[in-house]
């Protein structure tokens, strides 16, 4: 006669428990879209994507070279899970502005206050360069140029056409001829001469400028201090997206064959600021992870391009982020625990 094992059922037991207990760890599988490589928010979702891994957290798809102005919009409406972007776009989502006009004003605020942010970035600091051969003095003598000031569309021309402004004095189209080339052709476009000069955010080092330097020496120039400390451009540095930022000279690091121009050794410049972002949807658990898990490999995403020190990377300082003010982008509560229980703070004004 047949009889029941003793052990039979307790196997089963286990193995249903087993079972159980690996579905409730199960690794998320999420979808992330970022600019091309090369820069610092491409970098942030990428090593986020591999400290999620590594974590046990989450497999994150990374989608990169995207239009991040599509990319916010995508996770507002729940059609991808993580983005990278530039804090001006949140804000321009929430007026219902500039690529988000056709939405408007209404449906824009609705999209715009489902986002939340991870952590921040530092996407790049306006500057001006030139080739030494184009014999350029600097932002005084950019009357009558022509000059490289961004993409056809979005944050970054507007910032250069506004640093120019505020600087200088000139106008794009009036004082000065500007020249507009997706980020693609930018390298070719400072190396080509179609420009004599250029205004677009760089990093330290700056991998356009490297390139280009095949092409000649060149000279970088700060915000004059005159100029930076005014109450027109101390204004402006606090409009969402931006932030005030400072270098020792002594510290850029912008390679052999690049001169950079200061009256005090101190580098000025408008920086452009940024983060990843997700949905306020998504659980405060998993964005508590995904966050802790940048936080704790700061010191390894920093060793990932000499860049990167100076990327903003951990810096939370409710100016230096780009928070609060005009800015209506907050950050996740799940992040806001993170970064909490890492030892740092967070402003009240940045919490959801």
């Given amino acids: 006669m047949f009889r029941k094992s003793a052990v039979a059922k307790p196997l089963i037991t286990l193995g249903v428990a087993a079972l159980l207990s690996t579905s409730a760890h199960a690794i998320e599988n999420l979808t992330g879209e970022t600019a091309s490589p090369g820069g610092s928010i491409h970098l942030s979702m990428s090593h986020l994507a591999e400290a999620a891994s590594q974590a046990g957290v989450a497999n994150i798809q990374v989608a990169d070279g995207q239009t991040l102005t599509n990319s916010i919009q995508n996770v507002a ?43 921040p970035v530092t996407l790049g600091i306006f500057a001006l360069y030139a080739y030494d051969s184009k014999g350029l003095d600097g932002w005084n003598d950019l009357e009558g140029r022509t000059v490289y000031n961004g993409p056809p569309r979005g944050a970054a021309l507007s910032n250069a056409r506004s640093v120019i402004q505020l600087t200088t004095g000139l106008k794009d189209g009036e004082g000065y001829k500007g020249v507009q080339v997706n980020w693609g052709q930018a390298v070719k476009t400072i190396t080509d001469g179609s420009a004599d000069a250029v205004v677009l955010p760089i990093l330290f080092p700056d991998s356009r400028i490297t390139q280009a330097l095949a092409s000649g ?32 000279a002594a510290d850029a690091g912008l390679g052999e ?82 970064w909490e229980e890492a030892g740092y703070t967070i402003d009240d004004c940045a919490k959801p």
């Fill in 257 to 338: 064959g690049v001169t950079l121009h200061t009256e005090d050794g101190t580098f000025r410049g408008l920086a452009t600021i940024g983060g990843d972002i997700v949905n306020k949807s998504m659980s405060f658990e998993l964005a508590k992870a995904l966050t802790k898990a940048h936080i704790d490999t700061l010191d390894q995403l920093k060793a990932k391009a000499p860049f990167a020190r100076y990327a903003g990377y951990g810096v939370v300082d409710v100016v230096k982020s780009g928070m609060c003010g005009a800015n209506p982008l907050k950050y996740h509560e799940g992040a806001v625990a993170a």
């Fill in 217 to 248: 020496n060149m000279s970088v120039w700060s915000i004059p201090k005159e100029k930076f400390e005014s109450d027109p451009f101390q204004k402006y540095l606090r409009a969402p997206g931006s932030a005030p930022f400072t270098l020792d």
């Fill in 77 to 119: 409406e729940g059609k991808s899970d993580i983005a990278g972007t530039p804090y001006i776009l949140p804000f321009l989502l929430s007026m219902g502005r500039g690529p988000y006009s056709k939405l408007g004003a209404e449906k824009g605020a609705e999209l715009a206050s489902n986002l939340r942010a991870l952590y």
